[in-house]
C-alpha cells in the first residue's frame, strides 16, 4: 500500500528574486522549457519551515529513509501548520517509491504534476540539477516542472541512470510522486 507523505517547498521559476537566478539556472540546467522548477531538490526548491528537532512530537512526522531526513511528513495538518502566515509556496503530496501508475490517482484539491529522480539522500535531483545525464534522459523527457509525466518512463530513466553512472551518487535514485495543491500557497 502507498503511503502518501506532505511537504511545503520553495517557489523556484522566473519570478524568483530579480529572476537572475533563474536565468542562471535555465542556462546551467539547458532546461529552456520549464515554466518553473517543482523539485524534491533540497538545493532549489527547498522546504519552506525548518522543523523543531528539539520537540520530540515533530520526530514523530519527520519522514527518515536509511538514516537521512527526507523533507517530507506523515502529517498534512502538521505541514499547514507550519505553513501558516506564509503566501507562496508549493503545498505537495508525495509517495516515496509508488507501486502504481499515480498519474491515474486523484487526490482531492491536488494535481498530479509528475515524478521527482531525487538521490539516496533526498537532498538532489538528477532530473533537474545535475546538469543532464544525456546518455540516460533528454531534457525533452521532463515537462514543464523539471518532472517526468509518466510511471513506467520514470522507472526506465531511474534504471538507464544508474546503469550508465554507476558510480555516480546522484544516478542512484528514489522515484517519488509528487501532487500540487491547486490552490493552497498558489499566492491567490
Not at 5 to 32: H, R
Not at 87 to 99: D, G, M, Y
Not at 142 to 152: A, H, M, Q
Request: net charge negative; aromatic share 12%.
Amino acid at each position: 500500500m502507498m503511503q502518501f507523505l506532505y511537504t511545503a517547498t520553495e517557489i523556484y521559476g522566473p519570478d524568483y528574486e530579480d529572476g537572475s537566478s533563474w536565468a542562471k539556472y535555465v542556462e546551467f540546467s539547458k532546461l529552456t522549457h520549464l515554466t518553473e522548477l517543482v523539485s524534491l531538490d533540497g538545493m532549489l526548491n527547498g522546504v519552506v519551515f525548518e522543523p523543531d528537532r528539539g520537540d520530540p512530537g515533530d520526530w514523530n512526522v519527520i519522514v527518515i529513509d536509511d538514516l537521512y531526513e527526507t523533507g517530507l511528513f506523515n502529517s498534512l495538518e502538521y505541514v499547514l501548520a507550519k505553513v501558516k502566515g506564509k503566501a507562496k509556496f508549493n503545498l505537495l503530496t508525495v509517495v516515496k517509491e509508488p507501486s502504481e501508475k499515480c498519474e491515474e490517482i486523484g487526490l482531492p484539491d491536488f494535481e498530479f504534476i509528475g515524478y521527482d529522480l531525487l538521490d539516496r539522500d533526498y537532498s538532489v535531483s538528477a532530473l533537474s540539477n545535475c546538469g543532464g545525464f544525456e546518455e540516460s534522459f533528454q531534457s525533452t523527457d521532463l515537462n514543464k516542472y523539471g518532472l517526468i509525466d509518466e510511471f513506467e518512463k520514470a522507472h526506465d530513466i531511474r534504471k538507464r541512470l544508474f546503469a550508465n553512472n554507476p558510480e555516480e551518487h546522484h544516478a542512484d535514485c528514489n522515484v517519488l510522486a509528487i501532487w500540487r495543491h491547486k490552490t493552497v500557497g498558489r499566492g491567490y
